[in-house]
């Protein structure tokens, strides 16, 4: 072939299902020595599934009323949670009342008036007061589980607990030994998730450094503290609450078919085949090309 080199690298990686933006994208995931990998979307399937419904008592809320309530709030949002508490109702065929000022916060869940009421439903750690102690009880359940939950609160006060779980990719396991073996170091963790389900998972792939609870800005903290450190880091992402990090990263790559606008605008490269395997496979093709220009 007559191509440069890295353009032949950015047609390899293509045909290995790796969108590159540009060639010097393909030489920075050359010079990689740490990754950080979400969890949700990321490591998981990002088709999550509910699993649980806890309304709590004292509400009254039936289980069919707090997942309606949820799912009204929910509507308007493209998170994978909320596409998960959405689809739920639909399989119930329940009705769901329009949802006016929504508004959603990366990293912690969303807020819409329904019904005249104030509904929240996010993260248990950014919204639950200290004194909710049986909605405590009942997140901290589900979390041992393994389980992603998320709380409802109406006007302020809990209604409801929802647990949703995870598929875990099934090449999460083989990309992450891998990459281990590629950048002598295994990869990290970053999720905005809940600790109990972040280490359990990270325990069943091999990934032993996992920092959980995590804002937006928290991931792109922990990126930027590698970087003084002289390290490259490749972020793969695939959130909204991934895009500052994608961005602040050496390089930064999202899952195309889970992944938000954002986070695929923001990225240097996406994964169009939806493996995650691509990602050991264009690090280790870069390189290459790399030799073949110096
Ligand atoms: P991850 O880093 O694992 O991809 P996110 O940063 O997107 O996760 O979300 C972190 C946490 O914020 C979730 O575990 C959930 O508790 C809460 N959250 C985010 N978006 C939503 C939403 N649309 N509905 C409910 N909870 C949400
Ligand atoms: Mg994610």
Same mark, same amino acid.
């Given at each position: 072939?007559?191509?440069?080199?890295?353009?032949?690298?950015?047609?390899?990686?293509?045909?290995?299902?790796?969108?590159?933006?540009?060639?010097?994208?393909?030489?920075?995931?050359?010079?990689?020595?740490?990754?950080?990998?979400?969890?949700?979307?990321?490591?998981?399937?990002?088709?999550?599934? =509910? @699993?649980?419904?806890? %309304?709590?008592?004292?509400? *009254?809320?039936?289980?069919? +009323?707090?997942?309606? $309530? #949820? &799912?009204?709030?929910?509507?308007?949002?493209?998170?994978?949670?909320?596409?998960?508490?959405?689809?739920?109702?639909?399989?119930?065929?329940?009705?769901?009342?329009?949802?006016?000022?929504?508004?959603?916060?990366?990293?912690?869940?969303?807020?819409?008036?329904?019904?005249?009421?104030?509904?929240?439903?996010?993260?248990?750690?950014?919204?639950?007061?200290?004194?909710?102690?049986?909605?405590?009880?009942?997140?901290?359940?589900?979390?041992?589980?393994?389980?992603?939950?998320?709380?409802?609160?109406?006007?302020?006060?809990?209604?409801?607990?929802?647990?949703?779980?995870?598929?875990?990719?099934?090449?999460?396991?083989?990309?992450?030994?891998?990459?281990?073996? =590629? @950048?002598?170091?295994? %990869?990290?963790?970053?999720? *905005?998730?809940?600790?109990? +389900?972040?280490?359990? $998972? #990270? &325990?069943?792939?091999?990934?032993?450094?996992?920092?959980?609870?995590?804002?937006?800005?928290?991931?792109?903290?922990?990126?930027?503290?590698?970087?003084?450190?002289?390290?490259?880091?490749?972020?793969?992402?695939?959130?909204?609450?991934?895009?500052?990090?994608?961005?602040?990263?050496?390089?930064?790559?999202?899952?195309?078919?889970?992944?938000?606008?954002?986070?695929?605008?923001?990225?240097?490269?996406?994964?169009?085949?939806?493996?995650?395997?691509?990602?050991?496979?264009?690090?280790?093709?870069?390189?290459?090309?790399?030799?073949?220009?110096?």
């Amino acid at each position: 072939s007559t191509m440069p080199p890295l353009l032949s690298a950015i047609a390899n990686a293509g045909r290995h299902g790796v969108l590159a933006k540009s060639a010097v994208v393909m030489e920075r995931l050359g010079q990689v020595d740490t990754v950080a990998l979400d969890k949700t979307g990321t490591l998981t399937e990002g088709t999550p599934h =509910l @699993t649980d419904l806890r %309304p709590l008592a004292g509400a *009254g809320l039936t289980d069919e +009323a707090l997942l309606a $309530l #949820a &799912a009204a709030a929910e509507h308007p949002s493209e998170h994978p949670l909320a596409r998960a508490i959405v689809g739920a109702a639909r399989e119930r065929r329940l009705t769901l009342a329009d949802a006016v000022d929504f508004a959603s916060v990366p990293g912690q869940g969303v807020r819409a008036t329904v019904d005249g009421h104030t509904v929240h439903v996010g993260s248990p750690a950014r919204l639950l007061p200290a004194a909710a102690v049986a909605a405590h009880a009942v997140v901290r359940e589900l979390e041992e589980a393994g389980r992603t939950a998320m709380l409802v609160l109406r006007d302020g006060s809990p209604v409801g607990v929802l647990g949703v779980a995870d598929r875990l990719r099934p090449d999460a396991a083989a990309t992450v030994a891998a990459l281990t073996e =590629l @950048t002598g170091r295994p %990869p990290v963790l970053l999720t *905005g998730d809940n600790e109990r +389900a972040a280490e359990r $998972l #990270a &325990a069943e792939v091999g990934i032993t450094d996992v920092h959980a609870g995590l804002l937006p800005q928290d991931k792109v903290a922990a990126v930027r503290g590698w970087e003084r450190q002289g390290r490259n880091v490749l972020v793969v992402g695939d959130g909204v609450n991934d895009a500052p990090a994608l961005a602040a990263a050496h390089c930064g790559v999202a899952m195309g078919r889970a992944g938000s606008d954002l986070a695929l605008e923001t990225a240097d490269a996406v994964v169009v085949r939806d493996e995650l395997a691509t990602i050991p496979s264009v690090v280790r093709l870069s390189r290459t090309a790399r030799r073949l220009v110096i």
